[in-house]
């Protein structure tokens, strides 16, 4: 059986629009343009392993009917990418059993030190829900009979560290970050989907750029590369007709069988 990787937010930081209605040059009319903060799910045969916990959590998982999350893993401390933590007690409640989370050391430290009543038992009413674990180098996870192998791989993303995710082999994803290192390259070879992060247009200290973008997806070559992470500078048809063919904006939703 394939897995089903879904992007279930592909917006920046603030989203789009943003809280004050602001879409920027996004057409309001198109609705690929309505950009929740990234999230990602990895569906195998009988596991669903969520990517981080954005702020639109709650609303991405009742859009797709996700009833059940078995793991998550977390790229990086950010508030963007962790602050629907809060919306995995619902999995505590109907499984009366403590959600794995993966994340790396400054995750963890940000992760217990923000949200402590999700790790550590306050009350017999108030459980702890969620077991935090070391963000490993590789994980075998189950897709039926068959076993497959996440790798993590750290860049960096502005002054702080962040982890992307290589499945398989087959698809990387990665959603924020201003360098990869030349030591992992080879690891970003022969895919057949690439995630990158791309802001916007301009220089960004912590993102890629569009310019930055197309320059990795160049030296890759993934068979299919998606462009995410984006800001409401980008709108999707204008953003859709600079880019070849294997080169789409993503948009909240979009799923590939790998």
Known sequence: MKIKFIILGCGSSMGV??????????????KKNFRTRCSALIKTFDQNILIDTSPDLRQQLLRHKINKIDKVFYSHMHADQTHGINDLRSFFINSKKQLNVYADKSTSKYLKNSFSYCFKSYSREYP????????????????GKKKIKVRT??????????NCF??????????????????????FKNLKYLIIDCLWYNYHPSHFN?????????????ENAILSNLSPVLDYNDLKK?????????????????
Request: hydrophobic share 35%.
């Open 128 to 143: 702890a829900t969620l077991k935090l674990n070391k963000l490993n180098k590789t994980f075998i996870i189950n897709n």
């Open 166 to 187: 290589i499945i398989d082999k087959k698809l990387a994803y990665i959603t924020d970050v201003s360098d990869i290192y030349k030591k992992d390259f080879s690891y």
């Open 17 to 30: 629009p943003r809280a004050d209605g602001f879409f920027g040059n996004c057409d309001p009319k198109n």
């Open 242 to 258: 600079l880019l070849p063919r294997n080169i789409k904006p993503a948009y909240d939703g979009m799923s590939f069988l790998i």
């Open 210 to 222: 569009l310019e930055r973008s197309l320059y990795f997806i160049e030296k890759f070559k993934p």
């Open 153 to 162: 791989i750290e860049v960096e993303h502005g002054n702080v560290k962040s």
